[in-house]
């Protein structure tokens, strides 16, 4: 099993996927941005607005929704499945400020309605978008905590995976809204962000019963983050492992006035400082955290991006198995000095 997984890994997954092309065209596919994806063969649908860079002491928002259990070692969190697995979403909602943040479960028959009237998709009473490509409205409610957002998407897109069986794309977006968390409200104009939906099959149309881990689809290490590097420009960074060998590692950039480019060729990320005490998840899992991270990118030689990062932030549980957290980082970008603000999604499930 091992051999025909690194296969796969190393072999079959690149000769398929057209993600990389198909960054740097216009978005023409909305259709398929539906909470069914579209087709019986779905099983697993993702909904997600993540907005870094904001002031303090929120300095980020993520909306991070699964309808479906994915049968991944990443993001599977096997104490909070219904019966069946097929049956539960998650969704996920924090920022910086304060000690609370919002990750609960729900079972997609009885608590999330899909296409209903003017709702895309809701989440029991704390979640619920509305409208369609390039406009949606988010609101967003739990203990001490609101949101109201209209969100505006381009159609400059990155995406992560594009074949038969799982569709991964953000949208370069606006927002401009409302947040109040704590008492503390903050008045949201035109700020960049990312509106993001995924669909795919679902190793769960097979079974009923929880997949062990050492069965699950092995992909056992993720990051993700999002820089506002300007008004104007933004940068995705990623990387994906499987069985410890990396999948993907890359950076797409997008601008505004639709100018997009990816970088895969020369990306690096190296943690250069781990948290001494291994964060616990809810289930007693342990997970060890970055404090100190680098991203090095250069295009046929030349230096593109390198900046050094900094946890600026508590991390929020609830991204499957892993964290979210923001942070602080200076650099360089196209030979100038940069300095700025981070969002981090982090899974680390490789053996240590």
Same mark, same amino acid.
């Given at each position: 099993?091992?051999?025909?997984?690194?296969?796969?890994?190393?072999?079959?997954? =690149?000769?398929? /996927?057209?993600?990389?092309?198909?960054?740097?065209?216009?978005?023409?596919? =909305?259709?398929?941005?539906?909470?069914?994806?579209?087709?019986?063969?779905?099983?697993?649908?993702?909904?997600?607005?993540?907005?870094?860079?904001?002031? +303090?002491?929120?300095?980020?928002?993520?909306?991070?929704?699964?309808?479906?259990?994915?049968?991944?070692?990443?993001?599977?969190?096997?104490?909070?499945?219904?019966?069946?697995?097929?049956?539960?979403?998650?969704?996920?909602?924090?920022?910086?400020?304060?000690?609370?943040?919002?990750?609960? *479960?729900?079972?997609?028959?009885?608590?999330?309605?899909?296409?209903?009237?003017?709702?895309?998709?809701?989440?029991?009473?704390?979640?619920?978008?509305?409208?369609?490509?390039? @406009?949606?409205?988010?609101?967003?409610?739990?203990?001490?905590?609101?949101?109201?957002?209209?969100?505006?998407?381009?159609?400059?897109?990155?995406?992560?995976?594009?074949?038969?069986?799982? /569709?991964?794309?953000?949208?370069?977006?606006?927002?401009?809204?409302?947040?109040?968390?704590?008492?503390?409200?903050?008045?949201?104009?035109?700020?960049?962000?990312?509106? +993001?939906?995924? @669909?795919?099959?679902?190793?769960? $149309?097979?079974?009923?019963?929880?997949? =062990?881990?050492?069965?699950?689809?092995?992909?056992?290490?993720?990051?993700?983050?999002?820089?506002?590097?300007? /008004?104007?420009?933004?940068?995705?960074?990623?990387?994906?492992?499987?069985?410890?060998?990396?999948?993907?590692?890359?950076?797409?950039?997008?601008?505004? /006035?639709?100018?997009?480019?990816?970088?895969?060729?020369?990306?690096?990320?190296?943690?250069?400082?781990?948290?001494?005490?291994? $964060?616990?998840?809810?289930?007693?899992?342990?997970?060890?955290?970055?404090?100190?991270?680098?991203?090095?990118?250069? !295009?046929?030689?030349? !230096?593109?991006? !390198?900046?050094?990062?900094?946890?600026?932030? @508590?991390?929020?549980?609830?991204?499957?198995?892993?964290?979210? *957290?923001?942070?602080?980082?200076?650099?360089?970008?196209?030979?100038?000095?940069?300095?700025?603000?981070?969002?981090?999604?982090?899974?680390?499930?490789? *053996?240590?």
């Amino acid at each position: 099993m091992s051999l025909l997984n690194h296969a796969v890994v190393d072999g079959v997954l =690149p000769r398929i /996927d057209s993600a990389v092309a198909a960054s740097v065209e216009p978005f023409t596919v =909305p259709d398929i941005m539906r909470p069914d994806g579209g087709s019986k063969r779905y099983g697993i649908v993702h909904y997600g607005v993540f907005i870094p860079g904001l002031p +303090e002491p929120f300095r980020y928002c993520n909306i991070m929704t699964l309808l479906g259990a994915t049968g991944t070692v990443i993001m599977d969190n096997d104490y909070l499945l219904s019966d069946p697995p097929s049956d539960t979403a998650t969704f996920l909602c924090s920022t910086a400020q304060g000690q609370n943040h919002h990750y609960q *479960a729900y079972s997609i028959a009885r608590e999330c309605r899909r296409e209903e009237g003017d709702v895309l998709v809701s989440f029991g009473d704390n979640l619920v978008i509305t409208g369609e490509f390039p @406009r949606y409205q988010v609101k967003a409610a739990y203990e001490n905590f609101e949101l109201a957002l209209d969100i505006h998407c381009t159609d400059t897109v990155s995406w992560f995976v594009r074949n038969a069986i799982y /569709d991964h794309f953000s949208l370069l977006a606006s927002c401009s809204g409302t947040l109040t968390q704590n008492g503390q409200s903050l008045e949201i104009q035109d700020h960049l962000c990312t509106f +993001e939906y995924a @669909r795919s099959a679902s190793p769960y $149309a097979l079974t009923r019963r929880p997949i =062990p881990d050492v069965w699950k689809l092995p992909a056992d290490f993720f990051t993700y983050q999002i820089i506002n590097l300007t /008004d104007d420009t933004q940068l995705l960074l990623t990387k994906v492992c499987s069985l410890g060998r990396t999948v993907f590692q890359g950076m797409h950039v997008r601008t505004r /006035d639709g100018e997009a480019d990816i970088h895969v060729d020369d990306v690096s990320f190296e943690v250069l400082e781990h948290q001494q005490e291994d $964060a616990l998840a809810p289930d007693g899992k342990a997970m060890r955290l970055p404090v100190r991270f680098r991203w090095r990118v250069r !295009e046929k030689g030349a !230096e593109v991006l !390198e900046i050094e990062c900094r946890i600026a932030s @508590r991390w929020r549980f609830g991204l499957g198995r892993g964290y979210t *957290a923001s942070y602080a980082f200076e650099g360089h970008y196209q030979g100038q000095a940069v300095t700025g603000d981070g969002y981090i999604e982090y899974i680390d499930c490789q *053996a240590r």
